[in-house]
């Protein structure tokens, strides 16, 4: 019996770790994670973006842009614009740094570290707002779709991308419903997506689901005035 409840205790303490690592990756573990993140989120980022008009001339800010591959895909649309991606782990900062290491050295591409809850820039400044997997980790999330909004310019759109969310039928999504007490993760239905972006202030707000593999995006716009 002694055994057993040290077993679930690691098992505990393991799975509390492997959670921290996708809120905030470090160390080894962390560089793993983002690695694997790269290549895991690639078709799902792919499915989001072809939603959204993304023209050569964007100015692009990818918050919580993990090792780079989302800002990397950015980069290739705006092509005479300018690309941002921020991330609060180093870890990830300097992954996607290495990731894009030509594009920055051609000034296309800026990597920083911060928080979606003070985004280090300034108001209206971003045609685009990307956010792949990572808005139900945030600390505040109605203040991150505030302060999007601020750096956003008059008419400029933000795109949420998730492959879970709750209420959705696809096995993985109800898997990660399931353990989301546990794991912290915030998980939202598609009209809470909605009210989130409505409450912040934004217009035309669409949600858009793919219900086979329970992935969603939330594309709020701007007000111009």
């Given at each position: 019996m002694q055994g057993s409840k040290n077993q679930n205790f690691r098992t505990q303490v393991t799975n509390l770790k492997r959670v921290h690592q996708c809120q905030k990756p470090s160390g080894w573990l962390g560089r793993f994670l983002v690695w694997n993140m790269n290549s895991r989120h690639s078709k799902l980022t792919d499915w989001g973006l072809s939603h959204v008009p993304i023209r050569a001339g964007d100015i692009i800010l990818d918050v919580g842009c993990g090792g780079g591959r989302t800002v990397s895909k950015l980069a290739a649309?705006?092509?005479?614009?300018?690309?941002?991606?921020?991330?609060?782990?180093?870890?990830?900062?300097?992954?996607?740094?290495?990731?894009?290491?030509?594009?920055?050295?051609?000034?296309?591409?800026?990597?920083?570290?911060?928080?979606?809850?003070?985004?280090?820039?300034?108001?209206?400044?971003?045609?685009?707002?990307?956010?792949?997997?990572?808005?139900?980790?945030?600390?505040?999330?109605?203040?991150?779709?505030?302060?999007?909004?601020?750096?956003?310019?008059?008419?400029?759109?933000?795109?949420?991308?998730?492959?879970?969310?709750?209420?959705?039928?696809?096995?993985?999504?109800?898997?990660?419903?399931?353990?989301?007490?546990?794991?912290?993760?915030?998980?939202?239905?598609?009209?809470?997506?909605?009210?989130?972006?409505?409450?912040a202030g934004y217009e035309e707000s669409q949600i858009i689901e793919n219900s086979g593999k329970g992935w969603i995006c939330a594309i709020g716009k701007k007000p111009l005035a």
């Open positions: 649309f705006a092509s005479e614009g300018k690309v941002y991606g921020i991330d609060y782990s180093d870890v990830s900062v300097a992954m996607a740094k290495k990731l894009n290491a030509r594009a920055i050295d051609q000034r296309r591409v800026e990597i920083r570290a911060g928080s979606v809850s003070e985004l280090p820039f300034n108001d209206a400044m971003f045609d685009l707002v990307t956010a792949v997997e990572t808005h139900f980790w945030w600390p505040d999330l109605p203040l991150g779709v505030r302060e999007i909004r601020r750096v956003l310019k008059p008419g400029g759109i933000v795109i949420i991308i998730a492959e879970a969310y709750k209420g959705a039928t696809a096995k993985m999504a109800r898997l990660v419903e399931h353990y989301a007490p546990r794991s912290g993760i915030k998980l939202l239905t598609v009209n809470e997506h909605r009210d989130l972006l409505m409450n």
